[in-house]
């Protein structure tokens, strides 16, 4: 089992008198719990305990404002609005097991049988792909998109390897109904770790019409391990 060394500053004191008077004072700070330990080094204790992991969960960017509304036009266009954070991650940065999720909720109309194409990149890459999806008729309604990412393998293209897996779901007009469509994707062809990568997420409609629109509303991207 793993043991995390957390540095824990000492605060509290006890009061100890010296046989020439002088007054000092030393931490009093109790330990339990299998094969917990501790050092002073003087100014701080070194508590070891077995098992312990440190905290990973950030977040790494939040949109704070709605995306463009993608309507009227068959051009792949980005769902992401602007917002506080980062979307890149600098090159030879990942390791493997670096993990994250992201999430995207927004406003969504469309045409009966129209269908929709959500794709989510990385440096340019594919890396999810949410198929060409046929559309229920629906009217100011909401849409959701989840997804979870997995770096396997570092390294060039070819050699680098990421898992990714969601969800894209909405409501139509048929009350209390929700459709949609899980998706999955191994990309360790194009996948390439030793440039920088910016996440990005596009939908492109089918046919243009003003009947068609989505926009996002919410959307953050969290580091999970």
Known sequence: MATTNINVTAQAYETVQNEGSALTQRSTIDF????????DNGTKTVVNIPGAVATTNYGLFA???????????????SLIGSGVGSLSIPANFFKVGDSFVAKMCGLLSAANNETIHIRVKSDGITIADAGVFSMKLATNKYFELVMDFTVTKIGGAGVAELFTNG????????????????????SNTVFDTT???????????????????????????????
């Open 167 to 186: 969800q894209y779901s909405y409501n139509h007009n048929t009350q209390g109904e929700i459709a949609g469509n899980n998706f999955a994707l191994i």
């Open 195 to 225: 440039v920088i990568n910016s996440l990005s997420i596009t939908a492109e409609w089918g046919l243009a019409k003003s009947a068609n629109s989505i926009r996002s509303q919410n959307f953050v991207l969290i580091k999970t391990y």
């Open 63 to 77: 949109q704070t404002a709605l995306g463009t509304n993608i309507t009227n036009t068959t051009t792949e266009t």
């Open 32 to 39: 339990v719990g299998d094969g917990v330990t501790a050092s």
